[in-house]
Each structure stands twice: as C-alpha cells, then as structure tokens.
C-alpha cells in the first residue's frame, strides 16, 4: 500500500458496512478517502474515530445521493477543485427491495437499477476521465458485487436485485475490456461476498427485523454457504 499514501479514494456507501470498513483501512494506510452517502453523520464520525486513532490519512465525508446524476457530477468537480481527482473508485454502495417480478413495484426496482447499475456505471466513467485527464495510468476501479450477481436463489425477495448484480458482473467484464482496448494500466476488480452481517438486510426489511435477523442467524447455523468471487485485471 506504500505507492498509495497520499492519494486520493472514493467510496460510495461509506457510512455503514463494507463501505465503512473499507474507508478505514484505507485512512489507515495513509490514503485521502472521500467517503460518500445521502446521510453523512456516521461518515463524519468514523472520521473523528480516524483521526483520533492517529490513522496518517484523511477521511473526507461527502453528502451524495447516488440516484441522482447531478449529485454524482457535483461531487467528482468537488474531487476534482479539492483533490485534483480520483485515483481509486470503490463502488460499494447497494442496496434491495422486496420487489418480486411478479408483484413488485416499478419505484423499488428502478430505485435498484439507479443506484446498483447506474450510479456505479457513472461513477465508473468519472473516475475513468479523472484519472485520463491526469495521465494517471495505475489506477484502480473496484465493484463491490454480491454472490447474486452469479446465481438466483428460489427468494423472490431479492430475484430483481439479483438482476442488478449480474448486470455489475457484466458491467465489470465490459469495462475490463475496454481497458485493455484503450492501452491503460488501469485495473478493474469486481469482489462478490456472500452475505456479510452488517446493516443491510435490516434496511431491506425495514418493516419486518425478525426476518432481517434471520438473514444473519442462517450464517451462524451453516445454512447459508459463502464463497466470495474476485475477478482482477
């Protein structure tokens, strides 16, 4: 991580979760991380947490609602009159309805495709002509995907959200390719968990938290298998 200190990261989803864990060990290891969620109240705190841990990075909190483009080009200018630009962009954030195909409602699943595809597409592309304008070559473009985005499981709960995540599995091949048309040492990872035990299925069943729970408890007892996928280029 030595070439990295000192640069700049951005992390989508950075106030709970992956996203947060993944935007310490990045101050930890001394980068300047922009961490961005609609709600920046955690961000600034895992910040403060940061900076008293004596971490030689910065933590910068950014409010960004990721389902909106102009938010999303607001902030990369901000990255941009701030920081220069983006070095590294981990598109961590995500999120799942309870919206079967048979019954689910449009708002749910197009709500899934702005932030699970979209934001992630449009941040990708920014931070690709960041990194062009700056002829920076060895930057890196990490997809948090999810094992659903490699096999449907018979819960019509999360069959639309499924879809969102093998269209990230697509979507990182693609851009896997055009990086190497394009002559760049630019790398582009995609990392699929199975299920990781932090806020996330209680914020999908919001309305029910013993089936949140649930989610959890089937890791414990064996009934979930995992097996986290990385495909790097």
Request: hydrophobic share 40%; charged share 20%.
């Amino acid at each position: 991580m030595e070439r990295w200190k000192g640069r700049v990261a951005l992390v989508t989803g950075a106030s709970v979760g992956i996203g947060a864990a993944v935007a310490r060990a990045l101050v930890q290891q001394g980068m300047r991380v922009v961490g961005c969620a609609r709600s920046v109240d955690k961000i600034e705190k895992l910040a403060a947490e940061c900076q008293s841990a004596g971490y030689s990075g910065t933590l910068i909190p950014y409010k960004c609602d990721l389902s909106n483009e102009d938010e999303i080009l607001s902030m990369f200018s901000a990255i941009k009159t701030l920081h220069q630009g983006v070095d590294v962009c981990i598109n961590n954030a995500g999120l799942a309805h309870n919206e079967p195909l048979l019954s689910g409602k449009t708002e749910g699943w197009r709500n899934m495709i702005d932030v699970n595809v979209l934001a992630l597409s449009i941040c990708t592309r920014e931070a690709y002509k960041s990194m062009k304008e700056r002829n920076v070559d060895d930057g890196h473009i990490i997809n948090i995907n999810s094992m659903s985005g490699h096999r449907v499981v018979p819960s019509a709960d999360v069959h639309f959200y499924s879809a969102t995540k093998y269209a990230v599995t697509a979507l990182t091949e693609g851009l896997r390719q055009e990086l190497r048309e394009a002559n760049t040492h630019i790398r582009a990872t995609c990392i699929s968990p199975g299920i990781v035990e932090t806020e996330f299925a209680f914020r999908q069943h919001n309305s029910d938290p013993e089936k949140a729970a649930a989610v959890y408890e089937s890791i414990k007892i064996g009934d979930v298998q995992m097996r986290p996928v990385e495909q790097v280029s």
